[in-house]
């Protein structure tokens, strides 16, 4: 069997390189090892930052994101890849919307740490299971074999091993890379993040770091091993996200002790390892009914509540001694951790209280791609009919959890996904 273009992974970089090669004409055949197509993509929150869209109220550009993206990862990675995928992002959101049914819109009402305005995108159910499903849904026609674990890659064909044992394999034209990174195999993850080796792993299990593997025996560059997204905000013990706009907006984490350990603005990411350095691994997020109210417009927040994590006043030893150095940093004093508390209102009791811990959610490096999602070789020569993008390839990040910024990740999926699936389709003869 022979296929033009060929995609391992259905999250969704493989679905938007898959939409994409569709879209230019080309047969396409997804191959997926899970019985239905999840991936981390379906475990996000699946908000998806891209600029300007005419979902956006502000004004906005790909020029601002760009600086956005560098000054978080400090210049520390790929500028021509970061310019190419924010020049992209506007477009590929559209195009999902326009062509592809998903029924994109804005994410108001707060910001991430880092993005200058809201450009955050999301399907009107804030959930990335919902963003799967108008994937999916959208790839009717397209040519989706569930249960297929790939096995082996070379340059000409792919192996892959059905439920029953039986091995298969397909040839290809083209070949893109979309099975995202290697944060379910414990032993890599142990060798290139060991700082989050004893993390509780928050994203896709089958992700077992295939793509670096098989990339890197096909003469592949590989980049920035150390990246992740880290998540410092994971209700323990019952494992639910609580979202950072609880702390952008003005709530603050605390240990067991009711003390103050970080600058909480930095970043959810880089948050992840301090928060498991505390007392027991984990900390309390702060806030009040004011930020309670707007974490209930968040799903996963509702799951915590319905989960009995959100606790009213938790009794933390000192945390009214914290609270009251916080609202004189609110009003003139110099935090210690360097964070600006005048800008959102200070906390108001009663108070509420979740206990978090820290989490591995994906990791970032990867398999070295140029602005056409083309896989390079260490002299920088596109490796021939190979395309990766999504957690397969190096993100935009840096080699630190502390260059996330918040929607890196969908980002590079949808962008660089639609990116390989045309660029693979026009390395082909027409059809
Ligand atoms: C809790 C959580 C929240 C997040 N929230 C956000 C967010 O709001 N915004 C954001 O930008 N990012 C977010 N992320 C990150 C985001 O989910 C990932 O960056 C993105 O989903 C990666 O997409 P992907 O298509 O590359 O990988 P995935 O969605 O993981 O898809 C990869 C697919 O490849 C399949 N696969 C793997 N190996 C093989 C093989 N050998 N053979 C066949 N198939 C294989 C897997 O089964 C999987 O279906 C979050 C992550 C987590 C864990």
Not at 214 to 226: N, P, Q, T, V, Y
Not at 365 to 385: C, F, H, N, T, W
Not at 392 to 414: E, K, M, Q, R
Request: proline residues 6%; glycine residues 12%; contains cysteine.
């Amino acid at each position: 069997m022979k296929i033009p273009v060929v995609v391992i992974g259905a999250g969704a970089c493989g679905l938007t390189a898959a939409l994409a090669a569709k879209d230019a004409g080309q047969e396409v055949l997804v191959l997926e090892r899970d019985a239905t197509p999840s991936g981390s993509t379906a475990l996000s929150s699946g908000f998806v930052p891209a600029a300007p869209t005419r979902f956006q109220r502000g004004d906005d550009s790909a020029e601002l994101m760009f600086s956005d993206v560098q000054r978080k990862n400090h210049g520390q990675a790929d500028a021509k890849l970061v310019q190419a995928v924010c020049r992209a992002s506007g477009p590929a959101i559209e195009w999902l919307a326009d062509t592809h049914g998903v029924p994109f819109q804005l994410v108001e009402g707060f910001l991430y740490p880092g993005h200058s305005v809201e450009r955050m995108h999301s399907v009107p159910e804030k959930t990335g299971s919902a963003l799967m499903g108008y994937l999916v849904n959208a790839s009717k026609g397209i040519d989706l074999l569930t249960s297929a674990r790939v096995s082996h890659v070379d340059e000409k064909s792919v192996q892959f091993e059905r439920p029953d044992g039986s091995e298969e394999s397909v040839e290809y034209d083209a070949l893109v890379l979309a099975c995202s990174g290697f944060g379910g195999n414990a032993a890599m993850v142990r060798e290139h993040i060991p700082e989050v080796a004893g993390a509780l792993y928050f994203g896709h299990a089958g992700n077992q770091g295939d793509a670096v593997r098989w990339g890197a025996k096909l003469g592949a560059a590989i980049r920035d091993m150390s990246g992740y997204q880290g998540h410092g905000s994971v209700a323990t013990p019952q494992n639910i996200l609580v979202t950072w706009a609880l702390m952008t907006e003005g709530g603050i984490q605390v240990n067991a002790d009711g003390q103050r350990f970080s600058n909480e603005h930095l970043g959810y990411s880089e948050q992840c390892v301090p928060v498991l350095q505390q007392p027991g691994g984990a900390a309390w997020c702060i806030y009040d009914e004011r930020l309670h109210q707007l974490g209930m417009t968040f799903p996963d927040y509702r799951d915590a509540q319905d989960a009995g994590a959100v606790k009213m006043n938790p009794s933390l030893p000192r945390l009214e001694e914290t609270l009251e150095k916080v609202r004189q940093y609110a009003s003139g004093g110099q935090d210690p951790f360097g964070r600006d508390f005048s800008k959102k209102p200070t906390l108001v009791p009663p108070y509420y209280g979740i206990k978090v811990t820290g989490a591995l959610f994906h990791t970032q490096g990867g398999l070295v791609v140029d602005e056409q999602a083309r896989v390079l070789d260490s002299s920088g020569k596109p490796i021939p009919k190979l395309f990766a993008g999504g957690g397969a390839a190096c993100g935009i990040s840096g080699p630190h959890a502390g260059g996330y910024l918040s929607g890196n990740g969908l980002l590079t999926a949808i962008v660089l996904g639609r990116i390989a699936g045309a660029t693979a389709s026009a390395s082909l003869y027409p059809r």
